[in-house]
């Protein structure tokens, strides 16, 4: 099993920058692709950016060029640096990982972006 505990959300204004951390704990190694995830007020959750165990990455079309996704084998994290933050970036944020047979989910960090 993995368990993942996400950490760095808060309120910043817009323009600013946060940087959101995943831990992961358990069978790290089974990992394949790990990802974030966030769900607007409202809206349907959605696929921010993801990240291969080689490295590979996708982001989507709303944070591309603004936002950064990346692994630290030796801490066992996943990191998403969020730049010039916009009020619509308010969502709460996840932190997703694939074992193949199973999907291991954060609680969520709420992100939230002033204008």
């Known amino acids: 099993q993995v368990q993942l505990v996400e950490s760095g959300g808060g309120l910043v204004q817009a323009g600013g920058s946060l940087r959101l951390s995943c831990a992961a704990s358990?069978?790290?190694?089974?990992?394949?692709?790990m990802a974030w995830y966030r769900q607007p007020p409202g809206k349907q959750r959605e696929l921010v950016a993801k990240?291969?165990?080689?490295?590979?990455?996708n982001y989507a079309d709303s944070v591309k060029g603004r936002f950064t996704i990346s692994r630290d084998s030796a801490k066992d994290t996943v990191d998403l640096e969020m730049n010039s933050l916009k009020p619509e970036d308010t969502a709460v944020y996840f932190c997703?990982?694939?074992?193949?047979?199973?999907?291991?989910w954060g609680q969520g960090t709420q992100v939230a972006v002033s204008s």
């Open positions: 997703h990982a694939d074992l193949g047979w199973y999907d291991s």
């Open positions: 358990g069978n790290t190694v089974s990992i394949n692709t």
């Open positions: 990240i291969s165990r080689g490295g590979s990455t």
